[in-house]
């Protein structure tokens, strides 16, 4: 079965710094999708980025990159220039696509200090 | 742009009651999952619909049964509902051949 972890519970980051959440996955597939979803206190799930794997390109989404690593099975989002509004819990996820259910993992809890 | 709409947004009903979530994906989006959010805790994945037929099922009790209906919008219904069932339900939909899913805002469900 597909893992996802997030090895940090909460990460804290000054106002206008650039913060990295860290994912790491297993699977045997070759094909899959990678995702960032930001759930803030009104609980709404948002996406952030997505990654496919057979793009070896790192998806970008204006302050949002990714540094994908396939072959270590690692997913990392950094955020740059934080805003206020990017505090909330960020969720990696993972799926083989078509209609399979997304895989979570426990969520980091990003806190931004003005 | 047009979202997932779940209805109703809060629902309270008492141990051992049924309750009926509902959910219209995305205009022209095939796929329907629905995932589960319990206090504090990550979505779980819960069952999937492809052009009206479950495809993908995941940790749905036996209590719980869904459908997707000609229209793609779908339906989940929850039996002998226990306090544990108290959660928050989010549907989800993704278009043809598309990997993203999108989510609804969610449907609180209570329990007493």
């Known amino acids: 079965a597909q893992t996802v972890t997030q090895s940090q519970p909460e990460m804290s980051v000054q106002e206008a710094e650039t913060v990295t959440l860290s994912c790491t996955y297993d699977?045997?597939?070759?094909?899959?999708?990678l995702f960032w979803y930001k759930q803030p206190p009104s609980r709404q799930m948002i996406l952030v980025i997505r990654?496919?794997?057979?793009?070896?390109q790192n998806a970008t989404e204006n302050r949002f990159s990714v540094n994908f690593q396939k072959a270590a099975k690692s997913f990392s989002l950094k955020i740059s220039d934080s805003q206020l509004g990017d505090a909330a819990m960020y969720f990696c996820?993972?799926?083989?696509?078509?209609?399979?259910?997304?895989?979570f993992g426990k969520g980091t809890h990003l806190i931004i200090q003005p | 742009a047009a979202g997932v709409i779940q209805s109703p947004r809060h629902l309270i009903k008492e141990k051992r009651e049924t309750a009926t979530l509902k959910c219209y994906p995305i205009?022209?989006?095939?796929?329907v999952y629905w995932y589960q959010q319990g206090p504090g805790q990550d979505p779980q994945f819960l069952i999937s619909?492809?052009?009206?037929?479950?495809?993908d099922k995941g940790s749905i009790p036996d209590r719980f049964s869904a459908q997707q209906f000609s229209d793609y919008h779908s339906e989940l219904n929850m039996s002998s509902l226990e306090l544990g069932d108290s959660a928050l339900y989010f549907c989800?939909?993704?278009?043809?051949?598309?990997?993203?899913?999108?989510f609804g805002p969610g449907t609180r469900l209570t329990v007493t």
């Open positions: 205009p022209r989006h095939d796929t």
């Open positions: 990654q496919e794997a057979y793009k070896q």
């Open positions: 996820a993972y799926t083989r696509g078509g209609a399979d259910g997304l895989t």
């Open positions: 989800a939909s993704s278009p043809p051949r598309g990997g993203t899913r999108y």
């Open positions: 619909f492809y052009e009206k037929m479950q495809s």
């Open positions: 699977t045997s597939e070759s094909d899959y999708y």
